[in-house]
């Protein structure tokens, strides 16, 4: 009888965890869809791709408060230890970043859909963006496999590559600075891109801190406020 | 003896409960003064402020971890139910918001730095940014003394206030628009105390996600997503 309730306990704790992975990997994948659609946005100018992550922001917010709730319960009903915890933590801390990420995708359609509908914008759309918007969904993609898979040293790579990131960014934000002043009548479109190119930027910042919760998962240490050299010795050793 | 043995538990229950609650005002008032000061360094140019904000964000990031650490082994180890595990979930959370916020004042005394530096102004020094900035500490304060005081109606003025702050803002960016349309000379400083703006904008919106930590903590409803009267209804019932 002890045994089966025991066996009966262990099941329940598996399946609530497991409830908790399978969760945070489909908000996860909403998130990363979200990203992708509002950079297709802003290269096509399609109105369509725009209302669609409008409408689907409502859902990452509801996987966010739904996550955040199934790992507290977790944590008062059956009191995970070691990995289990660090698993459940880890999952409180990635969704608060994986909302944000969402919002950003977001509000990135939003500020998109103000100027495509002002009729300020031409095509090529929003090309200056591009480059950077890959590098930062790129990241964003590399972050969430690690997760998936649990593979620090991968992790540890995206933490790196937001060094190039930042420089992009600021060589875009140079090149932008430097069309306001060629030509004052585009500061106030200029000054859109320059917004979109740094909630791009954004994202690949959270992407980073995505990453940096997967080392803590898989080894067991923060490594937020970390050089990259320590970082590399915690996740790649 | 058991007595004793649960004596002994609950006492270091309390005791860990309390060095959490204590640790976490001491970051609070840390962070509250890292803001304070960023902002009597943009007003005055004083450069000593300036890099005591800079020394004093390493403190920031070190308490940050100690207590993020505080609360996983407190759960970890004691087992916390019910209003005490709500208490560590609110402390896990609001110590992000706190970290993100000295990290604000740290960049803005960098950036302003960078400026004074540079020799780019004279007085009057960002003398645009003192309204929002007067408003988004006022907000930081009454959000951290909603914390200590557990007054989640207080906590929900301080989320209301987040329209105002926004207005303002944005009142702020259309004007800056104007100086640099008129004066494009001024284009790379404005667009600096554009980006100061923000960052003190983005301070009221942590302010605003402390408050909704301070609701869940004391009523035990998350709050996030909802509307203003939702917010109201459950923070003031």
Redesign the interface.
Known sequence: MAEHFSEHISTQFDADLNAIRTQVMAMAGLVEEQVRLSMKALASGDMSIINQVIAQEQKV??M??EL??MC?HM??RR?P??SD?RLV?TV??SV?DLESIGDKAHKICLRAKSIFDSGKMQVPKFQEVNHIATLALDMLTRALDAFARLDSASAAEVIAADEQLDQEYRALQRQL?TV??ED??S??LT?DILWIAKATERIGDLAVNVAEHVVYLVKGR?V??KSQAEVDAIAKG
Do not use: F, G, Y
């Open positions: 917010n509801a966010h408060l955040d709730d507290v944590i008062a009191q230890a070691a915890l933590m409180i801390k608060e600075i306001m002043m004052p009548r500061i106030s000054l923060d937020r406020h």
